[in-house]
């Protein structure tokens, strides 16, 4: 079946209504300088994939391949493939030597003005134009509310386009109603910017980020983090991180500083704010910045709540920062702790993991040949200047039946988490020699 105008028309449904009841005119954003009117994403038919573009969001079958751009990927069995960002239709047939499937859909950035021949629609409840088809099977859907345009080539489902609708990050920048914080929301302030967030989210420092792990920072979906991360241990990763809900709020420096060639955008409660010139395709999480303060959002699986706290953010100037939980220990490296014998069996499954063993006592008339001093040096060499967020034992002890100089580290514990990892370093308490590190 081909994909005509006509049969697109059939794909238009009514509109629901808005999801926040109004938003404020100072609610300006780039990129998206039209009402939208609908803030709610469809889903589309069971077993379906969501493709985003800037604010937009399609859905497709979830056998079609996504953001194609290789012979090797055009050629697929697949039947169809998406194409986001900059390709036009000539571009993908050059890419796929005309041999990608029949039903190819692309996103771009809206481009030109509309056309006195474009007819105008709505889908779901949002302003589209459609260009006239130059032949039966190629549709070109402008809009502008997203500043996208989308063109659809043969025989595409029409549930692809009955499916518009905001992406996540359409979702919280979009223009619109603005989104009012619940009852049970509170406010941080960091550095002069105040926001508001839900009641139930911890408020931690910044030392339980993952600043520059695969994380993206959030440990939780749904928390505040507050301040620098001082601690650059890298935590547990949980899988999927990008749809982890949360705001990170933290100095904007050295990588994290403002870029050169940022625009102004001002959240509807006041705050002006600094964002990538291209920032609608940054994320999530979304970067921000206010000043001399870095903003991470992350948008999570309800990003009308992200609209929330970002509609909120306002200038406090002179009001103290919230603090944030669990804040690790600073200062200098701690200097090699005094030796002691190991008095009872201690467990090294926290750093060795599962089945780690035990370090025993060493007997009584045990007497090492060499002093503890050198293999502290030794331990530094391997693991790096000792750090304030962790303590050490450096002990004599029995491993695996062996005099051993165990040099253990052990994380600062917090409300929040700990703070550091478990280290381990053994060596042959007679000769010096090393045995294990971990």
Known sequence: ??????????????????????R???????????????????????????????????????GWSIDSSSEQECSTTAGGVVFVGS??????ARMCRLRFPPAVVTMRDLAG??????????????????????????????????GVEITLTGPVPAAVLASLGPSPIGIVFGAGPVARPGAHWKSVTYGGLTARVPGSWPVVNGDHADEGGECGGFQLDGEVLLGPDSTPIAVYCPSQPDNYAGLWLKPAKGFYGVPGDAVTLRAPAGASLR????????????????????????LG????????????????PGRADTRGAGACPTGPAPAMPEPRRLASPLSLVPALGPGGGYLQPAQPASSPKISAAPIWREFEKAFGPPR?????????????????WAVYGIPFHTVAGDCGEYYLYLSDADTGAGILNA
């Open 1 to 22: 079946m081909s994909l005509g105008v006509a049969c697109v028309a059939g794909a238009f449904a009514a509109a629901p209504s808005a999801f926040f009841p109004a």
């Open 24 to 62: 404020g005119a100072g609610a300006v954003v780039p990129a998206a300088p039209h009402g939208l009117p609908t803030l709610t994403s469809h889903r589309g038919p069971p077993g379906w994939q969501p493709v985003d573009w800037g604010l937009a969001r399609l859905w497709v079958p979830g």
């Open 87 to 92: 390709e036009t239709e000539s571009d993908v």
């Open 113 to 146: 003005r509309a056309g006195a021949r474009e007819g105008r629609r709505k889908i779901n409840g949002i302003a589209v134009l459609v260009a006239p088809a130059p032949r039966a099977r190629l549709v070109t859907v402008r809009i502008p509310a997203f």
């Open 275 to 298: 964002a990538y010139p291209d920032y609608l395709d940054f994320g999530p999480p979304v970067s921000l910045w206010y000043g001399r303060v870095s903003i991470r959002l992350g």
């Open 301 to 316: 699986a309800a990003p009308q709540v992200a609209r929330a706290i970002f509609d909120s953010l306002r200038a406090t």
């Open 388 to 404: 304030p967020y962790e303590r050490y034992e450096v002990l004599l002890a029995e491993y695996q039946g062996e005099l051993v």
